[in-house]
């Protein structure tokens, strides 16, 4: 998500703003698969699905599922670095400042996780962020090795328990009535919605645990990215990226068809958590690729047009996040148009295609006139301890834009 005080006084960070806007679209696609389907949000596949549907989920399965959420993760760890700089330059603590903002995170996921999208990402980001604050010293080299070890033995017993998993008939019986009662609960009134999510609160926190090794390694990436000025104008050469995303597509493609071939099938069951392992072990390959692919295009002399299409969503990422779960659970939900498991995969892919280009202009729009996004203010209050700036009209400042 965005950060209040990311580098304030600082030059904002093009490739930060854009690989922040691209990334809201994988998070979208994945996230309103979950908030419209049944079936998406138990981790079962729809026995009545059409041919289209099917090919929608095994798309976004492979191709967004467990990406999307590692690169907001490394963005997360780089934009720490910039807060630190920031903080350092004010003579300000940066302890004070990024305890407010985890403070802050946390009562935001949990408003999230309540009334919108039991999938929220805050609470973790807010909790898992203090590991940036104590390990802020650690010299990039072993930030990497850090992230290498969390995710390399969390990847490898995944894929270990998954191989093992393979030798039995694992298929559990299809949950119609959790199901049935989703769906009720979802399509009654605001008050059954509010029950649902607060009932499913217990197996938020338990997801959050499981992310946590992908957050940290993230996050120590981005940590070590951060030191070394890598997202600055002339950090990454483009041969490197271009080896990089070669290498990316290389490893992350056939690990993504592979999970999304147990996950959704023609794999059986029994291949799923084989297939979940393998999956978590290339997810960072291809995340990788993504976001080398999209510095070449910014790097481009199409870099100017691409810039403007995404970055500012990606100074809005806070705002846009939260507005994503509330425009598709006011379309899912008795909070507007109850249509939770009304609708097929494809068109639920093609309804955040829809709200993510919504986004996209709607930020320009928005930026012509405000220096931050109704939540990036309201954080950033938080941060700087009731100090956010002004929220209106942006003025010419004397130093470059401090970023949201």
């Not at 922040?20 to 981790?43: C, D, T, Y």
């Not at 039991?118 to 080299?141: C, F, H, K, N």
């Not at 999970?259 to 958590?273: I, N, T």
Request: proline letters at 6%; glycine letters at 10%; charged letters at 15%.
């Amino acid at each position: 998500m965005n950060d209040p005080g990311e580098a304030a006084g600082l030059r904002r960070l093009p490739a930060v703003d854009a690989l922040r806007g691209f990334a809201l679209l994988g998070i979208l696609v994945v996230n309103s698969a979950q908030m419209m389907s049944p079936w998406e949000a138990e981790g079962f596949r729809d026995p009545g699905a059409a041919p289209v549907d099917h090919l929608a989920v095994w798309l976004v399965t492979a191709l967004a599922s467990s990406k999307f959420y590692l690169l907001f993760s490394f963005l997360f760890g780089y934009s720490f670095t910039l807060q630190a700089v920031s903080a350092e330059r004010d003579g300000a603590s940066i302890t004070a400042r990024f305890l407010r903002r985890s403070l802050g995170l946390v009562l935001l996921g949990l408003a999230h996780a309540v009334l919108l999208y039991t999938g929220d990402i805050l609470l973790t980001y807010g909790l898992l962020g203090l590991v940036l604050l104590w390990a802020r010293r650690t010299a990039p080299a072993t930030a990497v090795k850090a992230a290498a070890w969390i995710y390399g033995v969390f990847g490898a017993l995944l894929v270990a328990l998954g191989a093992l998993t393979t030798a039995v008939d694992a298929r559990e019986p299809v949950p119609h009535g959790v199901i049935a009662e989703a769906v009720a609960a979802y399509r009654g009134t605001a008050g059954t919605v509010v029950r649902e999510n607060l009932d499913r609160l217990p197996l938020t926190l338990v997801a959050a645990l499981l992310m946590a090794p992908g957050v940290l390694a993230a996050f120590f990436l981005g940590l070590a990215a951060g030191k070394r000025r890598l997202l600055a104008p002339g950090g990454v050469g483009r041969a490197r990226l271009r080896r990089t995303a070669t290498a990316g597509l290389a490893v992350g493609v056939p690990g993504a068809a592979f999970f999304a071939c147990a996950a959704q099938g023609p794999l059986d069951d029994r291949w799923h958590l084989l297939g979940v392992g393998v999956g978590t072990l290339t997810a960072p390959a291809l995340s990788a690729a993504y976001a080398c692919l999209l510095l070449l295009l910014l790097d481009s002399p199409r870099g100017d047009r691409v810039r403007r299409l995404f970055a500012p969503a990606g100074r809005l990422a806070l705002t846009n996040y939260l507005g994503q779960s509330l425009v598709v659970m006011c379309v899912a939900t008795a909070y507007g148009l109850s249509l939770y498991g009304r609708l097929g995969a494809a068109a639920v892919l093609l309804l955040a295609l829809a709200v993510y280009a919504l986004q996209l202009a709607l930020s320009t729009a928005w930026l012509r006139r405000f220096r931050h996004g109704p939540a990036e203010w309201l954080l950033r209050a938080l941060t700087l301890a009731g100090r956010p700036g002004r929220p209106g009209r942006p003025r010419a400042p004397r130093t470059p834009e401090p970023a949201s």
